[in-house]
């Protein structure tokens, strides 16, 4: 193995949403720097092409099994994701587990979906409010403040509401008309105490919202950062006389060759699997026992309930009536108690759309009109869950199963529960009454959830907490058993919520960049 010369203030490993955050606030604080990430730069501009169909050899849709667990790949974008070959992974329960993995600098923020929503107390404090889990060490008063830097970045759109369950940001504001559609939904929904309101988005700048092009340029500027693209990292290492983090050993992506970095703190922000499966190869950090346990994520149902507005049927939508999209905020368990389920739930709507053919029983030329009918006349939806955090949902090392550079993969031992059924059906019977009460037709329903880790959010692992014997990390994403040791992506998290948690992840990222500055600026680190 070869071993760097050089020490660098902070290895930061990945570059996505939390490793990005990292390298943005410790280089314009002077720390030096070292950021490696597991694939390549990528020029989007230079190396993406447009190719017909009938020039790939599977028309599009992939070579059968070579990602069998990305519902997301198809053959155009076969080569973003992880190759399932390469870098495997295992699971102990019948339904499989779906890890869409992506390896290349700025990771998964360059093709996120750019749901930007701040979590509540409601998350923060959920075992106050309903007696189940853990609370966060912190409380939604002391993110806000991080949150509020960290939207202006992103531009985040958005129309402030004043709810308890999703709160206000540092919005441009989205004025686009609701449309009729929106507002009926509005009006049938107030006395469920349902309120649909703007898709809060990261606008960016340009095609991107990723680190890529909002955090990486700025901090490249300050000349505090290096950047190693194609570096695998095997673990982190300690040194044998003080017991802190001294470094990393990776693999050239390419050549297979093995190297170490020297750093005097280490920052993992590989996302929540990755900086686990680190971590669990390590040996270190995990004098909780917990270290992989209490995974979460939210389930998906894409097109749980597809409804008609009968008045856009044939073309003959008047203006006005479609308008945009929104989304019904959680509303269940706040003021009042399920009986069947814990949390709650939000649903997408996306009005307009043109309802897929295989919602017709018919075929041939019938099948055609329908078809055609229906353009355009259709209500779309996708129901998102919080799923509950529990410590029997883990993962842990594989001993029989290593990729491609020898290092153990991940096995799974994750399902959803009757928490997360109940919800679901809850969710497609209350939207379901909404739009026929709303005087729109239902025209599919469906209750069944997408697989565990198909919403790509996947949290927990390596979560935060006051007490060093429940917990990994402290309240500032520190390691509670390795002082200079930080873990600042999704693995931190206690609970998730319904909200996608990119804007929180990088919340969090900068919170505790700062305070790890502030650390070494003491002598503490």
Request: proline share 5%; hydrophobic share 35%; aromatic share 10%.
């Amino acid at each position: 193995m070869r071993k760097s010369e050089k020490e660098y203030d902070v290895l930061i490993v990945g570059s996505g949403a939390s490793g990005g955050m990292a390298a943005y606030i410790l280089t314009q604080k002077g720390a030096k720097c070292l950021l490696l990430d597991a694939g390549p730069h990528v020029d989007f501009n230079r190396q993406r092409t447009l190719k017909p169909v009938y020039e790939l050899p599977y028309r599009g849709f992939g070579k059968p099994g070579k990602l069998p667990h990305v519902y997301q790949a198809t053959e155009f974008n076969a080569n973003q994701w992880v190759d399932f070959d390469q870098v495997p992974y295992t699971f102990s329960t019948k339904i499989p587990y779906s890890w869409a993995r992506i390896r290349m600098i700025g990771g998964k923020v360059n093709f996120w979906g750019r749901m930007s929503y701040r979590l509540s107390d409601y998350e923060f404090k959920a075992k106050d409010h309903d007696g189940y889990g853990d609370n966060w060490p912190i409380s939604y008063a002391e993110l806000a403040p991080y949150y509020d830097r960290v939207e202006p970045i992103l531009r985040v759109s958005g129309r402030k509401e004043g709810l308890p369950q999703l709160p206000d940001g540092v919005f441009v504001e989205d004025a686009s008309p609701d449309g009729a559609v929106i507002d009926r939904l509005n009006k049938t929904g107030k006395p469920r105490g349902m309120v649909v309101t703007k898709i809060r988005r990261a606008l960016g700048d340009g095609q991107f919202a990723s680190s890529v092009n909002l955090l990486l340029p700025a901090a490249q500027a300050t000349g505090n950062l290096t950047i190693v693209p194609n570096a695998v990292v095997r673990n982190v290492t300690l040194d044998k006389q003080t017991g802190k983090a001294n470094g990393v050993s990776f693999l050239d992506r390419q050549s297979g060759r093995e190297l170490h970095a020297k750093a005097k703190v280490v920052v993992l922000g590989a996302s929540a699997l990755e900086s686990t499966r680190i971590l669990l190869n390590s040996g270190i950090a995990n004098s909780s026992g917990v270290l992989g346990h209490y995974w979460h994520d939210q389930f998906y149902i894409p097109g749980g309930v597809i409804g008609v507005i009968p008045e856009a049927r044939n073309g003959k939508a008047p203006r006005g009536l479609i308008g945009s999209s929104g989304v019904i905020v959680r509303f269940r368990n706040l003021k009042t108690r399920e009986k069947n389920f814990l949390r709650g739930y939000a649903c997408d709507v996306n009005p307009g759309q043109s309802p897929d053919a295989k919602y017709f029983p018919t075929w041939g030329a019938e099948l055609e009109a329908q078809v055609s009918s229906h353009r355009g006349a259709g209500i779309g939806t996708t129901i998102m869950g919080e799923t509950l955090a529990r410590y029997e949902h883990h993962v842990k090392l594989d001993p029989k199963v290593a990729d491609a550079w020898g290092i153990p993969v991940l096995n799974f031992n994750i399902r959803y529960t009757d928490n997360e059924y109940n919800m679901a059906k809850d969710a497609v019977d209350t939207v379901s009454e909404l739009f026929t009460d709303s005087g729109f037709e239902v025209l599919h329903r469906n209750p069944i959830m997408n697989n565990p880790g198909r919403s790509m959010h996947e949290l927990g692992t390596c979560r935060m907490g006051d007490n060093p014997k429940t917990s990994v990390l402290n309240k500032w994403n520190q390691s509670h058993d390795i002082k200079n040791l930080f873990v600042i992506d999704g693995s931190c998290f206690v609970t998730g919520g319904a909200q996608n948690p990119t804007l929180t992840i990088m919340a969090l990222a900068m919170r505790a960049s700062e305070y790890l500055a502030e650390q070494i600026r003491k002598g503490e680190l």
